[in-house]
């Protein structure tokens, strides 16, 4: 069954899911860790990737991290989402162990491509989901290459319409609007699956 876009099946305990996708409807379960509510469609969205913890007894959903990193570490694997970015720059934020929840790397146009890139708003967008490295902690900042195939976006929603986008012959496609959008796409790009998920306990159950 299908209420406002939201699918009121059975939801599957340690389902991976993505910042802003809806859980749930807010008279089903109630806000845990790790979600939103979404006032306007009275849905529980997801705050970040994780995967899904449903407690029945409780009528609570909640999502937990993956891969909290508890310290930045130069060359680490990171998943994480684009919060905000300009020409030049795009932070991205990630899960970790620490009480706050989160930490937020840098990623500067120079380490996106062995070749010159011109803007940050052809490499990824507000929203994006983003597999990174960390290359560097210098002068107390988390700095962040996605230079290689393996890493770039990894998810995309149409900055149209917010549907996901596909990849369709090397470009991402938004099959609502019929238009093409401009990243750097990462291998495995739509496969949002735990292999990139690099810290190997948070596999357990799958
Ligand atoms: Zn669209």
Same mark, same amino acid.
């Given at each position: 069954m299908e209420v406002d876009g939201v699918n009121v099946r059975k939801e599957k305990d340690g389902r991976l899911v993505i910042p802003g996708?809806?859980? *749930? /409807?807010i008279e089903e379960f109630m806000p845990g860790p790790g979600t939103y509510v979404d006032e306007k469609r009275g849905q529980v969205k997801a705050e970040y990737v994780g995967r899904l913890h449903i407690d029945l007894k409780e009528r609570r959903i909640a999502v937990k991290p993956v891969a909290p990193l508890r310290i930045p570490q130069v060359g680490r694997i990171v998943v994480g989402q684009v919060v905000s970015m300009d020409d030049k720059y795009a932070m991205i934020r990630f899960p970790s $162990?620490?009480?706050? $929840?989160f930490f937020t790397g840098v990623l500067n146009?120079?380490? /996106? *491509?062995r070749r010159f890139v011109k803007s940050m708003f052809d490499v990824c967008r507000v929203g994006d989901i983003v597999r990174a490295q960390i290359v560097s902690l210098a002068n107390g900042f988390c700095h962040l290459s996605i230079i290689g195939r393996h890493l770039g976006v990894i998810y995309a929603n149409c900055t149209q319409c917010g549907k996901p986008l596909e990849l369709k012959g090397g470009s991402l496609y938004c099959p609502r609007c019929m238009r093409v959008e401009r990243r750097k796409v990462a291998l495995g790009y739509g496969k949002f699956r735990g292999e990139f998920i690099e810290d190997s306990h948070t596999r357990k159950g799958r």
């Open positions: 996708e809806p859980l *749930s /409807v $162990g620490k009480f706050t $929840g146009i120079s380490m /996106v *491509s």
